[in-house]
């Protein structure tokens, strides 16, 4: 029995733009795939992950649900304890989410910062605020 294994698309603080800029390309065509030792195949599913990323809504493309752009699954992480990427409203929140497709989904990981999410060098950590 040969596995398909989807792989999902993903980026931390900026690099989660990035990675929702290629949204289109994931939807345009048919994702590149492997086949591995055993017979199983690799590729790069529709599936979206963003972590500490969010608030720079001008760097955030329109996907709202239109055509294909549905086929896409987005999962946005956020930091309770992140005061770099945090929004500074509910108003903000919702205009990340209106450019997004309807099944995104936006979850906040409770004590978790910014730093957290990355590996960054102890000399440049000045707290855990980060």
């Known amino acids: 029995d040969n596995a398909v294994v989807e792989w999902a698309l993903g980026g931390h603080s900026m690099g989660g733009y990035n990675a929702l800029q290629l949204a289109e390309e994931l939807i345009g065509a048919d994702p590149p795939s492997i086949q591995l030792l055993g017979g199983s195949i690799s590729k ?28 896409l699954r987005i999962l946005i992480l956020l930091a309770s304890n992140d005061n770099i990427a945090k929004f500074s409203s ?16 936006l979850e906040t990981i409770q004590g978790a910062n910014h730093s957290g999410f990355a590996s960054y060098d102890a000399a440049n950590k000045k707290s855990n605020d980060f």
């Open 90 to 105: 509910q108003q903000q929140k919702q205009q990340l989410l209106w450019k997004l497709p309807k099944t995104t989904r």
């Open 44 to 71: 790069i599913g529709r599936k979206i992950v963003v972590w500490a990323a969010g608030t720079a809504l001008e760097s955030v493309p329109n996907l709202e649900d239109t055509g294909s752009l549905s086929q």
